[in-house]
């Protein structure tokens, strides 16, 4: 079965072609490089030995949709492409919702008319309601997004549904990812961010790598064991595999279906900075700076019912995640940037 990637070329995209391909599906990946590079297809077929169909195109061009779902026989949609600063989003809401909005508009539509009816996608964490006492399951409420990025997958979540139930046998599966990181182990394709990073592993790594002088740390004085922020750091290839595992769940359960993708446990900030100088052997300057607004003390995920309905358990602990993060890191300091 042909899988169409939209977003292929990121972070996470790019994890879920390997594993795709290497579970034998066909790729086909559609992504107009606005956060990424096109040297992630190479690396891609470089790790699989396999080919990937790309095309450099807007996933709201309906035009070039129809073109991709024409040319190809396409089974199931993973839909990653979206926008994802959540800081950039408070500052840029239109650009946000135009892109993660009409995209999937856009895409839906195309999977209506060209008779393709499955489709995962990537919403977050985010989306929860933080009233919510942690770990955070399925069933709780959600809404009361902090960040217009927020807000993007909690409504994309809702036309997603909202197209299942109006278009037959129309399946999604809804995908709430906590907080991936790592890369994959060949070193050859991780995260890049462009500018300076706005997540916590990347800062770490560039710090490490020396890019950056020093991480600052935001906010020591949570409610927390040791004052710093608790989130749940996911590797990139058990939430890749997560993707692999929910196209099959569709084949035999049609309709709407939701997922936490994480481990179940929490790591503080204090607590990654000594992993990773642990795992590396490299030491990382940091400074306590103030809380970073909209920050909340601490979450994650309950991830019994991906384990049940899916599945799926996370493999790789916090080690596995440091080293591959610098595995990824030292190999390529700049990123794709520089071979
Ligand atoms: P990423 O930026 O590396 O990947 C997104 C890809 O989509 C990029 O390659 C970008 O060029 C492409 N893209 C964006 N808009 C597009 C458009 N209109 N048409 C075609 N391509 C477009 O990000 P990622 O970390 O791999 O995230 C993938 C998805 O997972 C995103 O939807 C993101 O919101 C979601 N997500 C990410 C995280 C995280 O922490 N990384 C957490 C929860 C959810
Ligand atoms: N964080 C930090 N310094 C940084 C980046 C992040 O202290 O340079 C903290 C941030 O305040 C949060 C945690 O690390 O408590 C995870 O942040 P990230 O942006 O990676 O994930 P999110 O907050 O979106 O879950």
């Known amino acids: 079965m042909n899988v169409l ?32 590079s096109a040297k992630a297809i190479e690396r891609i077929e470089q790790i699989t030995g396999k080919h990937v169909d790309f095309y450099q195109e807007d996933v709201r061009n309906r035009a070039a949709l129809d073109r991709i779902f024409e040319k190809h026989d396409i089974g199931c949609v993973i839909h990653f492409a979206g926008l994802k600063a959540v800081g950039e989003s408070v500052h840029m809401p239109l650009e946000y919702y135009d892109n993660n909005l009409f995209s999937t508009v856009r895409l839906c539509e195309a999977m209506r008319d060209h008779g393709v009816r499955d489709i995962v996608f990537s919403s977050s964490a985010t989306v929860y309601s933080s009233e919510n006492p942690i770990p955070w399951k399925e069933t709780y409420i ?61 800062f770490i790594s560039q710090v490490a790598i020396g890019r950056r002088d020093h991480l600052n740390i935001f906010g020591n004085d949570y409610d927390t064991p040791d004052g710093t922020c608790v989130r749940d750091y996911i590797h990139v290839v058990d939430l ?16 709407e279906s939701v997922f936490n993708l994480g481990t179940g446990m929490g790591y503080s900030v204090l607590d990654m900075v000594k992993a990773f100088e642990r795992v590396t052997g490299v030491k990382i ?14 979450f994650y995920a309950n991830p019994d019912k991906s384990a049940k309905l ?3 358990h996370a493999q790789y602990n916090l080690d596995d995640m440091c080293r591959d993060t610098w595995a990824w890191q030292s190999k390529n300091p700049m990123g794709y940037g520089e071979e």
């Open 285 to 298: 300057p940091y400074e306590i700076a103030p809380r970073r607004p909209g920050d909340l003390p601490a």
């Open 240 to 255: 890749a595999r997560g993707h692999v595992a929910a196209i099959d769940y569709m084949k035999k359960h049609r309709g």
């Open 142 to 202: 959600t809404g009361n997004c902090t960040s217009p990025y927020g807000w993007t997958k909690y409504m994309s979540e809702q036309i997603l549904r909202d197209t299942t139930k109006a278009v037959d046998d129309f399946s999604v599966s809804l995908l709430r990812y906590f907080n991936p990181i790592g890369a994959h182990s060949s070193g050859l394709i991780g995260e890049d961010p462009r500018g300076i990073p706005n997540n916590l592993m990347p």
């Open 5 to 36: 990637v939209t977003g292929g070329a990121g972070y996470i995209g790019s994890h879920t072609c390997v594993e795709l391909l290497d579970q034998g599906f066909g790729v086909v990946v559609i992504d107009n490089l606005v956060n990424s």
């Open 310 to 312: 899916l599945n799926w």
